[in-house]
């Protein structure tokens, strides 16, 4: 069998650093080939073309190398979150993972090894690796900083609408309209969200508790992931929670933590609360 490290690293050399080749080299490379035909596009053509072909690439590579490690590896679902924590995947349920390029049969064979994925999401393997930097307790707040940030935006921006309403009135009668109608809404949802003040989500050994919910025991969580969903400027993060007691899929966006974060906090209490039970 394969380690966990030894897939990802695999995955890194075979999917990840050709991509961003691919991709960021490519530009200078396509620009200078062009420069001597003088082409009118050469420009837009060194800027949207490799980004293309990194995704032409990674759509043809990313399902062998799938098939390969979930075939390979024990503690497959582990693999799967630790592949898309590094970038290496796309999460299943993103736009982007359904532009695979591959044969029938190569499909078929994914199909049937993704299950795998699936009925593996409970599993912690015996060479589970505690983190004893991380407490016996994580509470997850709402981001006060983001919340902050856009704050000082709106203010600033009401300030500059007035200056520009009462001192420079005739240059600016379209700025002056979307500062002073724009900027209070971004102030009153800034202090909203800064004046949650209550847990998101509290995370320990015993379990997961969501806001407004009673705590799930880990012995009661079928699968708990969080995850991507959409791609680019719409794309939304959301902790879908598969329970004895229901589904839950709670937007964590403005949560002060990360995708890769909070998954990694799963693991490890969730491991930790299998110690316990074979203890």
């Excluded at 709106?154 to 200056?163: H, P, Q, V, W």
């Amino acid at each position: 069998m394969v380690t966990v490290e030894e897939a990802l690293k695999k995955g890194k050399w075979q999917i990840l650093y050709p991509s961003l080749i691919i991709c960021f080299g490519g530009m200078p490379i396509i620009y200078l080939s062009l420069l001597p035909f003088e082409y009118t596009l050469t420009p837009i053509l060194s800027i949207f073309l490799p980004p293309i072909l990194a995704l032409l690439y990674a759509s043809i590579i990313t399902p062998k190398w799938k098939i390969w490690a979930y075939s390979n590896v024990d503690n497959v679902h582990l693999l799967y979150l630790k592949a898309v924590e590094g970038g290496i995947i796309s999460n299943d349920n993103s736009s982007a993972s359904k532009l695979m390029i591959m044969s029938a049969s190569q499909r078929m064979k994914l199909n049937q090894l993704n299950k795998k994925v699936s009925n593996n999401k409970g599993f912690v393997d015996v060479a589970f690796k505690d983190n004893p930097k991380i407490p016996k307790q994580i509470i997850i707040y709402k981001d006060k900083l983001s919340a902050t940030v856009i704050l000082v935006l709106g203010i600033s921006s009401f300030c500059l609408g007035l200056y520009l309403l009462f001192f420079d009135r005739d240059n600016h009668h379209y700025h002056i309209g979307v500062t002073l109608i724009f900027s209070p809404f971004m102030i009153y949802t800034s202090l909203k969200k800064r004046k949650d003040n209550q847990p998101q989500l509290t995370l320990n050994k015993s379990g997961i508790k969501i806001k407004g919910q009673q705590l799930i025991g880990w012995r009661s969580v079928i699968d708990a992931e969080a995850y991507v969903k959409g791609y680019g400027k719409g794309s939304k993060e959301y902790l879908k929670i598969r329970s004895g007691s229901g589904v839950f899929q709670i937007d964590i966006g403005e949560y002060n933590t990360s995708i890769s974060e909070l998954n990694n906090l799963i693991y490890i209490y969730r491991g930790r609360s299998k110690q316990i039970k074979k203890a």
